[in-house]
């Protein structure tokens, strides 16, 4: 059933023209129409087929669920699917999420949703883990509170200003590329979270293979200092809304020391799991 609503889906388009800050003139030139049809399906004196509500919407990079959002609006069926990651549907894309995880030990990797909410991981996550709250760690756990709060990983962060900085941004980045209010809510938290005593024991740029082109992320662990850098990898041509707003990830180690350290942990754990086998 196609929901009926007051608002055109003209000032949702021009919402989202004016946060990709871009004239009228801009996106008519890019999505190849003229300015006067544009400026007529803003503000409401022309309904755009549902074709060109999609086409618009790729040319603005909206997300997917907000794509459906601008078509029910503009009075037309969503078209792109929402399933919970746990459905049969999404088996195929499980099963490939989960190969890259194991395949990128001995090194750590989680899965996460639009909110960072963890959905899955490798098992070499866990020795990260050790002296966080138990609270932060029961599920839904969001992988940003669980980095910044006083009683997660922060006290462990020998780079927290710098880390903390670059976490922000990076989701700052995301709340203007999709106006989520939840994405606001939890940046509002985390910034207002206390810095803990004495995490900047060490700098956070300028050392280890790695130099200054990446930020490492550096944690102390019972083992010792982890020094880390990230990669994120996300599905290329998505066109199911859980899909599309799924991110893998994938930590490697940015010097010889975290590397060895690393590899030590997991043939540790094999060990000890072989033997309770």
């Not at 969503?78 to 990128?104: N, S, T, Y």
């Not at 207002?192 to 005593?197: G, L």
Request: proline letters at 7%; a negative charge; glycine letters at 6%.
């Amino acid at each position: 059933m196609v929901i009926a609503h007051s608002e055109p889906v003209g000032n949702l388009l021009r919402e989202w023209r004016t946060r990709r800050r871009l004239s009228q003139l801009d996106l008519a030139c890019d999505a190849e129409i003229s300015t006067r049809h544009l400026s007529f399906v803003e503000t409401g004196r022309s309904q755009p087929s549902r074709e060109m509500i999609l086409h618009l919407a790729d040319r603005l990079d909206i997300p997917l669920r907000d794509r459906n959002v601008l078509l029910v609006r503009a009075g037309y069926a969503p078209v792109f699917q929402e399933r919970p990651f746990a459905a049969p549907e999404l088996d195929a894309a499980r099963k490939a999420i989960d190969l890259v995880l194991r395949g990128h030990q001995p090194y750590p990797a989680i899965a996460v949703d639009r909110h960072w909410t963890l959905v899955a991981s490798n098992n070499a996550i866990g020795p990260l883990l050790a002296g966080a709250d138990p609270l932060l760690l029961a599920p839904p756990v969001n992988v940003l509170r669980l980095s910044l709060h006083p009683a997660g990983l922060a006290p462990r962060i020998t780079n927290f200003s710098e880390w903390r900085s670059n976490l922000l941004a990076r989701l700052r980045r995301q709340i203007d590329a999709t106006a989520d209010e939840v994405l606001r809510e939890l940046f509002t938290e985390l910034r207002n979270y206390p810095v803990p005593a004495g995490a900047d024991s060490e700098p956070a740029c300028g050392e280890g293979e790695f130099g200054n082109v990446v930020l490492p992320f550096k944690l102390m662990t019972e083992s010792g200092l982890l020094s880390l850098f990230g990669t994120t990898t996300v599905f290329g041509t998505p066109v199911e809304v859980t899909l599309s707003e799924l991110a893998l990830e994938m930590f490697f180690p940015a010097d010889a020391l975290t590397q060895e350290t690393l590899i030590r942990i997991w043939k540790i754990s094999q060990s000890d799991h072989a033997a309770a086998g």
